[in-house]
C-alpha cells in the first residue's frame, strides 16, 4: 500500500515557468489537500478537494491552480513561478474532512530562481 | 493566520525523560489533532481528540485538551531518540480546513 505518492521530490524552476506537481493516493480517498510549509509558520492550505470534480480555496491559493478529475489524483500547477513559492508542498489525503487523520506524501521540494 | 501556537518552539531533553509541548488555538474547534514530522518527511498522524473529549492516551503518548481555556497538551514520556523530530497541532475551526500551527522542534539527547 503506497499512501500517498508526491512527485517529482525536488525541483528548481526559474521565474516565470509552469510546472504541475503530481499527487496520488490509492486509499480511495474522498479528501485531498495540498499544503505548502515555509520555515516558522507551519503548514499553509493552498487548495482542497472534496471529491472528484469538486475542488475549493484555502488559505494561500493565489498563483496555483487545480483540478480533481479522479479520486486518486490532485495534481498542484504553478501557473508562472515566483520566487515567493520557493516552500515545500505536501499533499494529504482522508476518507473525508472532518474529524479523520490526514495521510501525508514526503513532499516536493520547490526552489524559484 | 494560523489557528493553532505551539509552544515552545524548540525543545530539548535528556532521553528517558518526559516532554511536554502545548497548542493555543483562537477560534472553538470539531477536533484537534496532532501530527509529527521526522526531517525530510511528511507529517504522520498521532492523535486526534475531540472537543467533548478532556484526555486520550496512545502509547507513551498523552494528550489533553481544555476547550474553556483553547489549548492542547502533548505529553510524551519516557522518550528516545526516535522521538527527535517537529511536532504540531492542527484545528478545524473551519469546515474541510484543517490550520496547522508553526511547530515544537523536539531533540532528544542520549
Known amino acids: 500500500n503506497a499512501g500517498v505518492t508526491q512527485t517529482p521530490k525536488f525541483q528548481v524552476l526559474k521565474t516565470g515557468q509552469s510546472m504541475t506537481l503530481q499527487c496520488a493516493q490509492d486509499m480511495n480517498h474522498e479528501y485531498m489537500s495540498w499544503y505548502r510549509q515555509d520555515p516558522g509558520m507551519g503548514l499553509r492550505l493552498i487548495h482542497y478537494s472534496v471529491g472528484a470534480g469538486i475542488t475549493d480555496q484555502g488559505e494561500v491559493p493565489n498563483g496555483y491552480n487545480v483540478s480533481r478529475s479522479t479520486t486518486e489524483d490532485f495534481p498542484l500547477r504553478l501557473l508562472s513561478a515566483a520566487p515567493s513559492q520557493t516552500s515545500v508542498y505536501f499533499c494529504?489525503?482522508?476518507?473525508?474532512?472532518?474529524?479523520?487523520?490526514?495521510?501525508f506524501g514526503d513532499g516536493t521540494r520547490l526552489s524559484i530562481l | 493566520s494560523q489557528q493553532g501556537e505551539e509552544d515552545p518552539q524548540a525543545l530539548s531533553i535528556q532521553e528517558g525523560k518526559n516532554a511536554t509541548m502545548n497548542c493555543s488555538y483562537k477560534t472553538s474547534i470539531n477536533n484537534l489533532q496532532w501530527y509529527r514530522q521526522n526531517s525530510g518527511r511528511g507529517l504522520v498522524h498521532l492523535i486526534l481528540i475531540r472537543s467533548n473529549e478532556r484526555e486520550k492516551h496512545s502509547g507513551r503518548l498523552r494528550v489533553t485538551l481544555d476547550t474553556s481555556k483553547k489549548s492542547s497538551s502533548l505529553l510524551i514520556t519516557a522518550s528516545r531518540a526516535a522521538d527527535t523530530a517537529s511536532y504540531f497541532c492542527a484545528t478545524d475551526a473551519k469546515a474541510y480546513k484543517l490550520s496547522f500551527g508553526a511547530g515544537t522542534t523536539v531533540t532528544v539527547r542520549a
Open positions: 494529504a489525503s482522508s476518507y473525508g474532512s472532518k474529524g479523520q487523520p490526514q495521510h
